[in-house]
């Protein structure tokens, strides 16, 4: 576990491209080993493999960027090689490659199996693997973001996979009945979330968004014995309208404090104004759960916590954004149909789970029931790491 963390932490701190992809391999290599626990037990065994191979791809197309980088500039330092000019069809063949193996590490979709596969990991495994190495994806966008930046077709194309990842991996999560299933379709939906932040341009908040995505899944992993005990939380959904605009009011407040201490304008016509929005959902849908019921002393509360955690939000991106200033890295965009197309898909799922409820009188259309099968069908672990006998469980 020690020469894991080690070989991350060389990882993230490497600038020349041997090491980045030594550390990388090495690192995959022992996450799949460590998900090999049991060689007796034939699921462990094939989550393993999965891995494996999916670790692989990615090494093949992180591999080949980093031969035809070097081919082209004749560096091998990262941060010589990205203020050296490179021709567009090579400079988007390198992007995307460089995308397709963040894609893999980090689950996101169609190379998600691997993730949702995983489940017969240990739990500290799981925690590590899910606080740590997941999130490489969001990282190495991060490390080749200038290139990435100069090709705006290619931020689009980031910023819609992220998307779908994250609506995908979110409803995916809605529909299991196991915890550390519905955790990993969580962390496919967060990985989501980051990739999107990165085709935004606003690599800083991706940034942030894995560090803080890692302590707490980190410790969602580690506390999951203890969820059947936990007593839980009834929201009394669909909330009054009453309920739902003094939670609208606390968003708004949660948007303008982060707009305030990260130093981003709330008016911008760039990406910001996204980034600006998804806090104003978050801060609402916090609120929402302190509301509950009637009382001042109550909102009150709501409008202190939304305002703390806005703060603490615009704080973190703005701290981050400081310290890797030297990588320039922050580069908004001008915000196009897609952007919108995204921000309006958001709000309509968010509006759906506050206020749709089913009326057990009346059956679910054909329809509805066909596509809720399918969608669950495709949420599940390869059958091969599935142990579907207790007996072919080896202690």
Known sequence: MMVLVVSVFVMVCADNILLLIASWTISNILLARLMLHKHQWKAARQS?????????????FLGAALIILYCLTGETSIQAILIRPIAFKWGVLCSV???LAAMSQSAIWPFHRWLTSSLNSPTPVSAIMHAGLVNGGGFLLARFAPMLAAEPIILN???????ATALLGTLWKLMQ???????????????GFMIAQCGLGLFPAAVAHLCWHGLFK????????????????????P?????????????????YMFSITSGKHIMVADTTLFLIFLSMIAGAQFALAIIRGHGKAKLLKAIAATLFM????????KIIELILAPLHISVPQPLNVF?????????????????????????????????????LNASQPHPKTVTANRNEYQF
């Open 48 to 60: 393993s493999v999965l891995a494996l191979k999916n670790f692989t791809i990615g090494f093949v």
């Open 97 to 99: 490659l460089i995308l």
């Open 157 to 163: 194309v980031i910023f819609i996979t992220g998307i």
């Open 177 to 191: 009945s196991d915890v550390k299933r519905m955790l990993a379709c969580s962390t496919m939906g967060q990985m």
């Open 218 to 237: 980190a410790y969602l992993f580690l506390a999951s014995g203890s969820a059947a005990k936990e007593k839980r939380l009834d929201l009394d959904y």
């Open 239 to 255: 909330p009054s309208l009453k309920d739902f605009l003094k939670a609208l009011f606390c968003g708004l407040l949660a948007a």
């Open 310 to 317: 806005g703060a603490f939000y615009g704080l973190n991106v």
């Open 339 to 375: 952007h919108f197309i995204a921000a309006t898909l958001l709000l309509v799922a968010w509006m759906v789970m506050l206020f749709m409820r089913t009326n057990l009188k009346h059956p679910y259309p054909k329809w509805l029931l066909y596509g809720y099968v399918k969608m």
